[in-house]
């Protein structure tokens, strides 16, 4: 098995794990459960607060398998140590910098999260 190098075309995680093109060594009970990659763009982020880079990196992991997801707000909180209310902040700075697109899936139902993972050099209009 060849390793992809790494100034190959960037592949979905979900592409490369179905390919074997990555072996995780050392496992033990904390990394059993699993790890998200966060992009640096978003961690980097001067445009949104810490909680809200948090809000995406739980919305990331709860993805990182389906390519997409839909928790509850209080699920969400329950995971990230929040309230309610405070998520529900969080997320509109992730759908107000265009790092998140928010999709209504109608009463009782949770929403459905687009999680966008490239750098938006967009700047908003004042």
């Given at each position: 098995?060849?390793?992809?190098?790494?100034t190959?075309?960037?592949?979905h995680?979900?592409d490369?794990l179905?390919?074997?093109n990555?072996v995780l060594?050392g496992a033990?009970?904390l990394s059993?459960?699993?790890?998200t990659?966060?992009?640096?763009?978003?961690?980097?982020?001067?445009?949104?607060?810490?909680?809200?880079k948090?809000?995406y990196?739980?919305?990331l992991s709860y993805a990182?398998?389906?390519?997409?997801c839909?928790?509850g707000?209080?699920r969400?909180a329950?995971?990230?140590?929040?309230?309610?209310?405070?998520?529900?902040?969080y997320?509109?700075?992730?759908e107000?910098?265009h790092?998140?697109a928010?999709k209504?899936?109608?009463?009782?139902?949770?929403n459905l999260?687009e999680?966008n993972?490239?750098?938006?050099?967009?700047?908003?209009?004042?």
């Amino acid at each position: 098995m060849e390793a992809m190098k790494y100034t190959e075309g960037a592949r979905h995680i979900g592409d490369l794990l179905r390919d074997k093109n990555i072996v995780l060594k050392g496992a033990d009970a904390l990394s059993q459960r699993g790890f998200t990659q966060v992009p640096n763009h978003v961690l980097r982020s001067d445009k949104i607060s810490p909680g809200a880079k948090l809000a995406y990196a739980m919305l990331l992991s709860y993805a990182w398998q389906n390519d997409f997801c839909f928790p509850g707000q209080e699920r969400l909180a329950k995971d990230m140590g929040a309230g309610v209310r405070s998520v529900v902040r969080y997320i509109q700075e992730l759908e107000e910098e265009h790092f998140v697109a928010i999709k209504k899936r109608g009463q009782g139902r949770s929403n459905l999260y687009e999680l966008n993972l490239t750098a938006n050099r967009k700047r908003k209009v004042s």
